[in-house]
């Protein structure tokens, strides 16, 4: 006999430079602290496995991620504006960082070099 059973989301960190962290999750689950503890299991394996830093962005019409990256450590670094696709629409994403190897004031510079920036105070 074969079962099914729903997808509720993911968790990932990518292996380039970025070490871009990212998560998505099905409605149904929102608001009940899986991705924060899913994240922190991540995060203690990815310092174990000798990875720097992480970075992570959202959309700024997007608050309540900025917080899970805040609970898990991650601080608000700058935001930038860029031109979004597949929705081909200009969306301004926050980027936030983790260093794990102790150099806190070390900041990706990528998307700062790439994109029309800003840093947002009150934050």
Not at 32 to 50: F, N, P, S, Y
Request: charged share 25%; glycine share 8%.
């Amino acid at each position: 006999m074969a079962s099914c059973q729903k997808f509720g989301g993911n968790i990932t960190a990518n292996t380039d430079e970025s070490h871009d962290f990212g998560y998505a999750l099905r409605k149904e689950y929102w608001h009940r602290g899986i991705v924060t503890e899913a994240g922190r299991a991540l995060i203690q394996q990815l310092k174990e496995d000798g990875i720097p830093y992480i970075t992570a962005t959202h959309d700024r019409n997007n608050p309540r991620s900025g917080g899970v990256m805040r609970q898990l450590g991650m601080k608000y670094c700058y935001s930038y504006e860029e031109q979004w696709q597949p929705k081909n629409q200009t969306v301004i994403f926050r980027m936030y960082q983790l260093n794990l190897d102790g150099q806190k004031d070390w900041i990706y510079q990528k998307y700062w070099d790439l994109y029309k920036h800003f840093v947002e105070k009150d934050l």
